[in-house]
Structures are given as C-alpha cells and as structure tokens.
C-alpha cells in the first residue's frame, strides 16, 4: 500500500505562484507515471499534469505555459510548480501515482485563488 500526501495549497491572488508538494511512502520508480488532477466544487475531476517514469511531462492545455510538474526520484517527491495563477485554478488538486493495474491517490491540497 502507498500513500500519498500532498501539501503547499494555499489562498494566493491572480498572478502569483504555489508549489505543490507528493510525498510518497514508496518508491516512485515503480510507478508508470504520476499525475496531478484537479476538482472545482460542483464540477468533475480533471486531468493537469503528469510525468512519466522517463521524466516526459504532458500537461492541460488549460496550464500549459504556466504550471509545471518534476520529480525527486531520490526522495519520492513530486512536484507542481504553479505560476501565474487564475481564479479558475481553484480546486482541490490530488495526486495519483499509476502502476500497471493499480493506482494510489492522495488526499488532496485546497488551492484558492482570489483577489
């Protein structure tokens, strides 16, 4: 069993920056990919970002340009750095480690962003 705890989420305005913090109790490497997602209230989850175990990054067109994700293979981290945020960043952003048939999620990280 993994787990996985995120944290950096905050109350910022437009235009500034947050690093989201994955801590994972395993070993990252084992994992095909991890990935960050997001959920606004009332709305679905989405897809933001998410990097492979070779280090390949795709990312939402809704934060490309201005969000990125990296890993810390050494210390089972993953990050995501957000920049120039909007309003419409504003969600509960979770964390999804995924392996061949299984995947882990995080508890989540309240990201806030209003003037």
């Known amino acids: 069993q993994v787990q996985l705890v995120e944290s950096g989420g905050g109350l910022v305005q437009p235009g500034e920056s947050l690093r989201l913090s994955c801590s994972a109790s395993g070993n990252i490497l084992s994992f095909n990919a991890m990935v960050w997602y997001r959920q606004a209230p009332g709305k679905q989850r989405e897809w933001v970002a998410s990097?492979?175990?070779?280090?390949?990054?795709n990312y939402a067109d809704s934060v490309k340009g201005r969000f990125t994700i990296s890993r810390d293979n050494a210390n089972n981290m993953v990050y995501l750095q957000m920049n120039n945020l909007e309003p419409e960043d504003t969600a509960n952003y979770y964390c999804k480690a995924v392996a061949m048939s299984l995947s882990y999620w995080g508890q989540g990280t309240q990201v806030t962003v209003s003037s």
């Open positions: 990097i492979s175990r070779g280090g390949s990054t």
